[in-house]
């Protein structure tokens, strides 16, 4: 499958309303900013969980982060790329300070060995240490837009992913929504849609480490050149950090990838891979499913990154993201509009039985969230599940789409 799959279509939205209340479920919360402790710099995408339960949350692009639990929390744990694992307990307005992990082992008994070799035995391995038991995951799921810096698009949802037992595909997963909304902007200059099939079934299909396919196809194999980078930590483990970058010309839009592996266990731990935009029109052929007629479509970036969390020396999905930033313009106009386009989903929770989802409840890979969710004007709509905290840009931004401004 080599749609990253987005459509570009005129806007044309008839919003619901509609009201829906919950019991409490999640009443103990702690809050606070994770921070760069040299720099002072806010970290985005801080795994942020409570050791020894599964509740958990990721920090947003202002370091911050709300972390709920049907429990008193008596610790947080916060786990980042290239920083020290840290444990804390909670406090009335916590700031947290991240230090950074000095590389203490000599990098050239570190780095020697055939990158191609390693990423084959993480392949193999992935029988052994993906979970090999079926799991039901609760998820918070994000898509924004924004034209230029404006946004005019937020959709949210919470689901469910049943993940089933480890077996080389990734055709008897699902996802289903449990509660969802949507924000549009009514702006009639605004008159262009971006749409993202698939919804949180995209971190299903874009599973690559369940999903090799999309990446480590065997046509594929011998069209990418391997190289070892300098190690790095996640939290407080060591990985081997490669870099596949295409070798040849294709008929089709090869990937520049980044792999961050587990040296103890040989796992996943960090995927980052991004379209190759050298060529504009395979590039197209990979993101674009549809456009208005006399819409041209000029590609900037297509990324996704997936961190993988690893315990008891299983591995899970632990959050996505895909990021999309293109131009349009229709032609004999003079100015192109620039839009961004941001995918994100973190899982918050796992189920205590792996129920699968009833195939009437699914959420196709070729659904829009769009399509399904409706919009919702309570302020505590989130208030009985973990998610992903919107940044003060972003809350300015709902607060005018709910204004129609």
């Known amino acids: 499958m080599r749609k990253l799959l987005i459509v570009i279509l005129l806007l044309v939205s008839a919003l619901s309303v509609a009201a829906q209340t919950d019991t409490v479920r999640l009443g103990f919360s702690a809050s606070g900013t994770v921070v760069d402790a040299y720099t002072g710099r806010p970290l985005e995408s801080v795994h942020v969980s409570i050791p020894g339960r599964h509740q958990a949350t990721v920090t947003n692009a202002d370091g911050f982060f709300t972390l709920k639990s049907d429990r008193a929390i008596p610790v ?32 050239a008994s570190i780095i020697s060995g055939d990158p191609r070799s390693i990423v084959k035995a993480a392949l193999d391995r992935t029988w052994d240490t993906y979970c090999t038991e079926p799991e039901l995951l609760e998820c918070f799921y994000r898509e924004t837009v924004r034209k230029r810096n404006r946004y005019t698009y937020v959709a949210e949802a919470v689901a469910r992913l049943y993940k089933h037992t480890f077996d080389g595909t990734v055709y008897r997963d699902a ?18 849609s971006v749409k993202t099939m698939g919804g949180p079934t995209q971190a299903i299909t874009h599973d690559i480490v369940k999903n090799p396919s999309i990446l480590f196809s065997e046509d594929d194999w011998p069209l990418y050149e391997f190289r070892m980078e300098a190690p790095s930590y996640i939290g407080d483990r060591l990985q081997f950090v490669i870099t596949l970058t295409p070798a ?37 052929k990979a993101i674009l499913v549809r456009k208005p007629m006399g819409l041209r479509f000029f590609p900037e970036e297509a990324t996704i990154v997936l961190n993988f969390h690893l315990q008891d020396g299983k591995t899970r999905l632990e959050y996505f993201r895909s990021t999309m930033r293109f131009a349009c313009d229709w032609r004999k106009r003079l100015f192109r509009t620039h ?37 919702f004007m309570d302020p505590d709509f989130w208030k009985d599940y973990n998610i992903i905290e919107p940044t003060e840009s972003l809350e300015h931004a709902i607060d005018r789409l709910r204004k129609g401004r």
């Open 339 to 375: 839009y961004t386009s941001v995918n994100e989903l973190v899982v918050t929770d796992v189920r205590p039985e792996a129920t699968p989802i009833p195939r009437k409840e699914r959420f196709s890979n070729r659904d829009y969230l769009n399509d399904k969710a409706l919009e």
């Open 76 to 107: 947080i744990e916060f786990s980042y790329l290239g920083f020290k694992t840290l444990r804390q307990q909670p406090g009335e307005t916590m700031t947290v300070r991240l230090q950074r992990e000095n590389l203490q082992l000599l990098e």
């Open 175 to 192: 996802a289903a929504l449990e509660k969802s909304r949507l924000l549009v902007s009514q702006r009639k200059s605004d008159t262009l």
């Open 248 to 284: 040849y010309s294709t008929e089709y839009a090869l990937f520049k990838s980044k792999l961050y592996i587990d040296r103890e266990l040989l796992t996943f731990t960090r995927i980052e891979a991004s379209l190759d935009m050298s060529d504009r029109n395979k590039a197209i």
